[in-house]
């Protein structure tokens, strides 16, 4: 199994890893440019004290003798040297005896050419420096490497103690930094806990903006929707309760009706199964309509309501709606302007419909529906009756489902769906229906004009 590490961990580990390696290229960087430029220099400066020995022999031997080469060096003590004597048939050695093996091919080279000569032999700490200064004579001079080698060596020791004290600081700025990043981010997580548990007004502090701040803000956000949407869903969840409450209230009397008028049909007494049968047509009509209208509020919750736009002539539409519900002995109709539509037929009809039997109903002769046109963008209908109104604290739920006794005006026999459905249709169209106080209740219905 894979080892798991936390965000700080990786984070301080990440740094540790950048640090070290970049600590470590430039210390080997630095130790190369430097121990290249001390090398350089200390061969500059043997080359130099070398060229200028060789100068002084080659003034003092005037070409004519080997041993005004060897009194010279003689007085020369800052550096190891031996002189090669080529004059007879073996080369003799003068002065100290070298300390390490010169090149063969180093004596032939010198012996050949005019500039001095120089080599590091391997595994030795000298510098090997050669040049004629007499004919068939060479000079051989020996530089210790040992101060070099020191510099060296103290230059890498201080390189290294560099580059340690760099990478603790570097560690310990990584875990401040991983610290630094990771409190926000358990921040968030802890907030996103506390929002899964129920606590819907959670919310964390933005600061600054960086991407932190960002992730802040979206978490904010995020849970912004979480909770109205949670919020939507509980109302949602007690409508849908109520919904089913109403609707078992309602069925009850009809059902209830309905089976003891079942009862009554096989009386002897022919007023007693009259009396069953007309109750039998009344409730049944009554639970038609009312599945009808449980039917329709589903398919609105669904979202799967059917609509089929086309012109319509709202003045026809209205006067139609008004011989229907029989309300035309008590109803004027008023028409101004253009009031024609792009709607529904079936829907403005039914909205039509509900408000008129509404204010029948709840309201009072007489009725006056006026239609407006005048406006470019949407046509109104109002629906005044002369009845008691609507009281202002009661206004905002006569659109509720089940809206009617002591949550509307008055008592009926009703579904009390048909507000609610109407507003529903209204609101498919892209409109709405809004009621208001004027010698009774005024219902107001805006469509937009369409395409």
Not at 115 to 126: D, I, M, R, V
Not at 434 to 450: I, K, W
């Amino acid at each position: 199994m894979r080892p798991h590490f936390g965000l700080r961990a990786r984070i301080a580990a990440a740094v540790v890893v950048v640090t070290v390696a970049a600590t470590a290229a430039m210390a080997l960087a630095a130790y190369q440019l430097q121990s290249n430029d001390t090398t350089r220099r200390f061969h500059s400066a043997s080359r130099a004290d070398f060229a200028s020995d060789l100068a002084q022999v080659r003034f003092v031997a005037q070409n004519l003798s080997t041993d005004r080469v060897i009194d010279y060096m003689s007085r020369e003590h800052a550096v190891a040297w031996s002189v090669f004597d080529y004059t007879g048939e073996q080369a003799v050695l003068h002065g100290a005896e070298p300390p390490v093996a010169v090149p063969g091919w180093l004596l032939s080279a010198a012996r050949a050419g005019d500039e001095p000569l120089g080599t590091e032999p391997e595994n030795s700490p000298f510098l090997v420096l050669a040049g004629s200064p007499v004919k068939h004579v060479v000079l051989v001079e020996y530089y210790t490497l040992d101060a070099l080698r020191a510099d060296l060596s103290k230059l890498r020791r201080n390189l290294a103690g560099m580059a340690l004290l760099v990478t603790v600081l570097g560690i310990a700025g990584g875990m401040v930094a991983a610290k630094r990043i990771q409190r926000p981010v358990r921040a968030v997580a802890n907030a996103a806990i506390r929002l899964g548990g129920g606590e819907l007004d959670t919310r964390l502090v933005v600061r600054g903006g960086d991407e932190l701040a960002d992730l802040a803000g979206s978490f904010n956000a995020m849970a912004e929707q979480v909770g109205r949407s949670i919020a939507e869903l509980r109302a949602k969840e007690e409508q849908q309760r109520r919904f089913v409450a109403d609707v078992a209230h309602d069925l009850r009397t009809p059902v209830a009706t309905v089976v003891a008028a079942a009862d009554g049909v096989d009386s002897e007494n022919p007023d007693a199964r009259r009396r069953a049968a007309r109750l039998l047509s009344v409730q049944s009509r009554r639970l038609a309509n009312l599945v009808e209208d449980l039917l329709e509020m589903s398919r609105f919750d669904a979202g799967v309501a059917d609509f089929h736009a086309g012109p319509l002539d709202l003045a026809d539409l209205w006067a139609e709606a008004i011989d229907l519900v029989g309300g035309a002995d008590g109803t004027t109709l008023h028409t101004v302007g253009d009031v024609t539509v792009c709607a529904d037929p079936r829907r403005v009809h039914t909205i039509a419909r509900n408000l008129l039997t509404n204010a029948l109903t709840h309201g009072a002769a007489p009725i006056t529906v006026t239609i407006d046109g005048t406006r470019p963008g949407v046509v109104t209908a109002e629906v005044a009756d002369s009845g008691p109104g609507v009281p202002e604290d009661l206004r905002e739920l006569v659109f509720d489902r089940f809206a009617r006794g002591d949550r509307a005006r008055t008592a009926t026999s009703g579904s009390g769906l048909g507000l609610a459905i109407a507003q529903e249709n209204a609101r498919i169209h892209g409109g709405r229906i809004t009621v208001s106080e004027q010698d009774g209740a005024v219902f107001t219905v805006v469509l937009p004009r369409g395409q």
